[in-house]
């Protein structure tokens, strides 16, 4: 997996062996000018990192950007939940790519039962009826999702260094083959 950016919400958890374990979750603000973020999961989920496999990441912001050992996306009671085992090297294949999605860039998800393509694979997602969204996802090339705004689709290429660069772009299906 690789990691284009992450959901608002960063806590950490210690454990009685002495090991600590970071999670990523989606949130969103309490109001359009408050500063604390809160989760309020329409979808639960998150993305956990074992600390000690990272000994070289001093912020969240470390791990952007980077390639991941992950097992499934496994639920666990009522949560979905991500494993990032160990960092990859440049030359592992990625076979799939983790972003955020927010509204207040591509508007509003109504989560039917076509809102996305079949291969994307839902993390987390916070957000309330008719507000702010935050939805965490793995995608692919060419997957898509469907807002109040249209049709959007993930463009992946590579650079020749083999760095991959993750855009979604909106799209007319008339125009382009999306898969059902």
Known sequence: MYCQNFGSIWFNKSY???????????????????SRIRRNWTFQGSVRFN?????????????VGKRYFCHELEPVGDEMRLLCAAPANRFHRIDAFLVCVNSDDVGFISKGSSWKSKLIRLIAASGGVGGRQEHLLLVNNKTWIETEQGYWMWNIQ?????????????VDPEIEELER
Do not use: K, M, Q
């Open 16 to 34: 009685e062996s002495g090991l600590t374990a970071w999670f990523n979750t989606t949130g969103i603000r309490r109001t359009n000018t408050s």
């Open 158 to 170: 590579y650079s020749r260094s083999g760095r991959p660069r993750v855009e979604l772009v909106p």
């Open 51 to 63: 600390a000690n496999l990272f000994p070289w990441v001093r912020t969240p912001s470390d791990l």
